[in-house]
């Protein structure tokens, strides 16, 4: 990402949105568009593209987060984030949101990720989040598991550590105990000062599962692997 300054260009990164850009770069959403012909739709950006910033400004750096949040936290489900764009094959947040919208059920059973066929379609999320990560070379199968408890087990064994929310990175790892129940899903990064996640949720109306925004609700625990 280039400096914040004299520029007169941004890397678009994952996460990033054009309202945000605007305040960072001291200047409009309008002025952006106007700038960037390639732009139709305020609302979707292209992580990879390259942004012409008009008369940039001065700004603060750094990402957003919100301060005082510790490695626990209380929030309730969440709403969709921005289309940000291209697949970033080392970002498991950006490879899950190549599925949003498709069913577990149908999923365990193509090529595109390595999940096990076995799980019941209302259990799939330790599935899901194992095989993004595995596809996003996070983790090999021997770490990866269909179970949510050995899952957490297997990833805080190999090194990963508890963060707080403020210091989370998209594609960080989720946990949830809720109702005697666990769940796990994936951070995927600030929109408007919300974090968002991103998993196998029970959204169908059989109580099966779909690759959704949201999932997290309750206490969680955010963790990330070593740094």
């Avoid at 996460?15 to 305040?23: C, K, N, P, R």
């Avoid at 949101?97 to 799939?124: C, H, T």
């Avoid at 796990?184 to 109306?205: D, R, T």
Wanted: net charge negative; hydrophobic share 35%.
């Amino acid at each position: 990402m280039t400096a914040i300054g004299s520029t007169s260009s941004h890397h678009i990164a994952w996460g990033d949105t054009l309202s945000a850009l605007a305040v960072r770069y001291g200047t409009s959403v309008d002025a952006l568009m106007s700038a960037n012909s390639q732009i139709r739709d305020p609302n979707k950006i292209y992580a990879g593209d390259t942004l012409n910033i008009p008369g940039a400004a001065g700004g603060a750096g750094g990402s957003q987060g919100n301060g005082g949040v510790g490695g626990t936290g209380a929030v309730g489900d969440t709403g969709a984030v921005g289309d940000t764009g291209a697949v970033d094959a080392r970002n498991p947040a950006a490879i899950a949101e190549q599925f949003i919208g498709r069913n577990a059920g149908e999923l365990k059973y193509s090529d595109e990720l390595p999940m096990q066929s076995w799980v019941p379609n209302n259990v799939n999320c330790a599935n899901f989040v194992s095989a993004v990560l595995q596809k996003a070379g996070v983790i090999d199968a021997g770490q990866a598991s269909a179970s949510v408890d050995q899952l957490a087990s297997n990833l805080k064994g190999d090194g990963w550590q508890t963060v707080s929310l403020a210091d989370a990175r998209p594609g960080d790892v989720v946990l949830m105990q809720k109702n005697g129940q666990s769940h796990v899903v994936l951070f995927a990064g600030f929109e408007g000062g919300k974090p968002q996640f991103i998993g196998s949720n029970n959204v169908n109306a059989d109580g099966s599962q779909r690759i959704s925004w949201g999932g997290a609700s309750g206490n969680y625990e955010i963790i990330t692997p070593p740094r």
